[in-house]
């Protein structure tokens, strides 16, 4: 009987060994980490960040017209000064700028989402190509996005090797012309919706 356990263990051991050597090979990449810290991923983020500039600097200024319009009725003196038809322009043009300052609101978090939205699946495009790139050269079976795994031991982490093929990528692009300013882009969107 001691045999027939110590060959079942030795056969179970030798069994399982080529399994484990043929598995698949596997690389994770954190997939925030190459938007925050490739060359495309600051790009995007200038990109949004010139956008959002842009769309806060009409709302401000937008807010600012409304508060002097508001002082405006607060001060009896200036509203004693004016006729009763320049007093219903002045509430007119309030009117009309609450309106403004809601839609401008409105484009401002619908334009951030899909901005937002676009540069995810663009900077998904970049990791994809770049690990495909990765995982041919170090005979991976496939690369998974790091947040879909609760554990992943670190020497699978090819994410530094991603980012060094976006940056190569980028630089490449970046010589032929083919990168685009979207901050431009992006920040004319406000006003045309605005003239609309």
Do not use: W
Not at 20 to 33: L, S, W
Not at 97 to 118: I, K, M, P, V
């Amino acid at each position: 009987m001691r045999n027939f356990l110590k060959f079942a263990t030795t056969f179970a051991l030798t069994a399982a060994s080529p399994v484990v050597a043929d598995g698949p090979q596997i690389g994770v990449v954190n997939f925030a980490t190459c938007v925050t810290e490739s060359k495309a991923g600051k790009k995007e983020q200038e990109n949004m960040d010139a956008m959002r500039k842009q769309m806060a600097s009409l709302i401000e200024s937008t807010e600012k017209e409304l508060k002097e319009i508001a002082a405006k009725f607060e001060d009896t003196d200036y509203l004693d000064s004016l006729s009763p038809k320049g007093e219903e322009d002045l509430k007119i043009k309030f009117q009309a700028l609450q309106e403004d300052l809601n839609r401008y609101q409105n484009q401002f978090y619908q334009t951030l989402n899909h901005a937002n939205y676009l540069m995810v699946q663009k900077m998904g495009a970049h990791v994809a190509k770049a690990a495909e790139k990765i995982a041919a050269e170090k005979q991976l079976d496939y690369v998974m996005n790091k947040e879909a795994c609760f554990y992943i031991r670190s020497d699978f982490d090819v994410t530094s090797l991603v980012i060094s093929e976006m940056d190569q990528s980028f630089d490449l692009d970046l010589r032929a012309k083919k990168v685009v300013d979207n901050a431009e882009e992006a920040t004319s969107q406000p006003e045309t919706q605005q003239a609309g």
